[in-house]
Structures are given as structure tokens and as C-alpha cells.
């Protein structure tokens, strides 16, 4: 069983914003304009108090972070404004090494993600990537022919045991059959939102193999029936607040981040939480 969260029938106001802030590593990143409005947001909870104090820093100065991700050693990185980036003390030495790269570039960084074992890839420019020595072959490889396709990546999920998820090119309907080994309740949901021709954003799981999907631009949800009561609640919250959903991650430890924006909406209908199942599309799975 799974649950449903849906945030229907809305439009965003059109507007703009700027923002600009130093890295980590001290560069001065320049400002960057977008075409709609939208206020930085975020909600945590058990993330490391490093990674906490960055969030609260760049929610202050109206930054919206884009991805975060934790790594199994409890390492972590804030992806923002495209291609700058906050890190904590033990964020592998080569992968911050590839992103001072990207960094220099002004590359776009379209995700991050780590894999059991500690392996690593950078996705950026759409289907561009960096990765460790460690990150699973049969994954990388799946990168090396979306790489060659030109799609753009959105997103790489591990479950605990190292099954992997790739979802790519959002509004269209792009699917690979998964191997026996990948969660079947996802598969499932994955199929039903496919069926509806929804967009997926992305997949993630929790440290316990609990799983979510957020689809649809960030409007709606699905999550396994023992998916992290606070997180499940907060999200309900952030819908019912007119926000939609910009990524999730959890940390070894089972701590989350949400990242979320607030826009400007007219004809928001209630909330509608119901525990169900139909999900999917655009997505790569894999063991």
C-alpha cells in the first residue's frame, strides 16, 4: 500500500528573481536570473548541523537550493543557483575536486548521488557526468548510452541494497523494464503515473528501503505505506501551502531535508491524502 498526495488545478504568476552568493570554496558565483517568482524553502529533520546551518544561510539571502545530497560516510553537498555549491568536512575529496570543475565551467549540475558502497557520479548539462572509481558498472553504463542519446538526467535513486533508478527527460515517456530485484511496489506506481502521462521528478529511498516518488513538476506524490511519518505529514503541509517539491534526501541516518519553492497560485483545491496506487514515467531502472 502507498500513499497518495496530490495538489491539483493551479497557475503560477509570472514575475522574477535574483540571487547570488559565494561556494564553499570561496568563488564568487554571479547572479542568475529565472522567469517565474519564487521564495527559497526548505524543511529538515536529524540532517548533520552543518548541513542545517547552510540551508538557514541560504534560505536568508532567498536562494533556492536545487539538490542535496548525503553520502554513506554522512558527507553531504547543497547544489545551487546552477553550479555553486556548500560541502561538508567529508564529502569525498575527488568528487569536490570534479564539481570546483564544474564550478569554474558554469557548468549546470543537474544531480548528484551515491551509491551503498560510497561510489559517486555528477550529472551536469543535462547528460554530461563525472564519476568515482566505485559507482556500479551496470549504472554507469546506463549513464554512457543516456549520454550518447542526449537526454537530459534528473535524477539517480539507490535503494539500500544498490538497485538503482535513473529518471530522464521530463514529459516524455521514456522506460526501460526494471530487473526482478528493484522494488516491485515502485515498479507498480511507476507504471500507474506512466499510464496517466505525468512527468516523474525523482525517486528516492530512505536508509530502510521506504521509497517515494514525486512526479508531476513537483505537485503530487507517492510514498510506501511506512514511509517516515514527519516527512509524509510535512509534505502534506507544503501542499496544502501552494509549494511544490524540488528533490528529498535522506541521510544515513534516516534524516531528510526537503526541498521545496513557494510560488505565487490561484484555484488551489484542497489537498487530496489517500493511501493508493497508480504513479510513473520517463525513467531508467536497474540492479
Known amino acids: 500500500m502507498s500513499k497518495n498526495c496530490f495538489q491539483r488545478q493551479f497557475l503560477k504568476a509570472s514575475g522574477s528573481f535574483f540571487v547570488g552568493a559565494s561556494i564553499a570554496i570561496g568563488t564568487i558565483c554571479p547572479i542568475v536570473l ?9 524543511t529538515e529533520s536529524g540532517i548533520p548541523a552543518d548541513a542545517a546551518n547552510e540551508l538557514a544561510n541560504l ?13 554513506p560516510n554522512g ?4 547544489i545551487y ?12 575529496p575527488d568528487a569536490l575536486t570534479e564539481l570546483a570543475i564544474l ?29 568515482g572509481n566505485n559507482f556500479p558498472p551496470d549504472a554507469l553504463t ?6 550518447k542519446s542526449g537526454v537530459t538526467i534528473l535524477n539517480i535513486a539507490f535503494t539500500p541494497t544498490g538497485e538503482w533508478a535513473i529518471t530522464y527527460n521530463e514529459n516524455t515517456r521514456n522506460y526501460t523494464p ?5 522494488p516491485q511496489a515502485v515498479t507498480n506506481e511507476i507504471n500507474q503515473i506512466y499510464s496517466k502521462d505525468l512527468p516523474i521528478d525523482s525517486i528516492a529511498f530512505t536508509p530502510e528501503g521506504e521509497w517515494i516518488i514525486i512526479y508531476n513538476l513537483g505537485k503530487n506524490t507517492f510514498s510506501s505505506q511506512n514511509f517516515p511519518n514527519n516527512a509524509y505529514n510535512t509534505i502534506a503541509t507544503e501542499f496544502k501551502a501552494g509549494k511544490t517539491l524540488i ?41
Do not use: H, M
Open 81 to 92: 543557483n546552477g553550479y555553486g555549491y556548500y560541502s561538508g568536512n567529508n564529502f569525498p
Open 103 to 131: 564550478n569554474q565551467q558554469k557548468s549546470t549540475i543537474n544531480t548528484i548521488a551515491f551509491a551503498p558502497n560510497g561510489g559517486w557520479v555528477i550529472v551536469y548539462n543535462g547528460y554530461g557526468y563525472y564519476s
Open 247 to 287: 528533490n528529498i534526501a535522506f541521510t544515513p541516518s534516516n534524516g531528510w531535508v526537503l526541498l521545496d519553492t513557494t510560488g505565487l497560485y490561484t484555484n488551489l483545491e484542497n489537498i487530496e491524502i489517500e493511501q493508493s496506487a497508480f504513479n510513473g514515467a520517463g525513467l531508467l531502472l536497474g540492479i
Open 34 to 42: 529565472n522567469s517565474s517568482r519564487v521564495l527559497a524553502d526548505y
Open 142 to 147: 546506463e549513464l554512457k548510452n543516456l549520454n
Open 178 to 182: 526494471t530487473s526482478s530485484n528493484f
Open 59 to 71: 534560505n536568508q539571502q532567498g536562494i533556492t537550493p536545487t539538490t542535496i545530497a548525503f553520502a
Open 75 to 78: 558527507g553531504w553537498v547543497i
